[in-house]
């Protein structure tokens, strides 16, 4: 656990837990449009 994550009430968890797991879905696919931009710009410069 970070040091700048506040203490959440047992009865949010399922939400925090939800949550967490949608910023997970964003970033990944974020990396991964990224990822895929920079090698199709590599092959096609």
Known sequence: MDK???K???LLWPFVGIWKLF???VEFTGRLVAVILGLALMIVG
Do not use: A, F, P
């Open 23 to 25: 910023e997970w879905i």
């Open 8 to 10: 959440n009430h047992w």
């Open 4 to 6: 700048d994550e506040k």
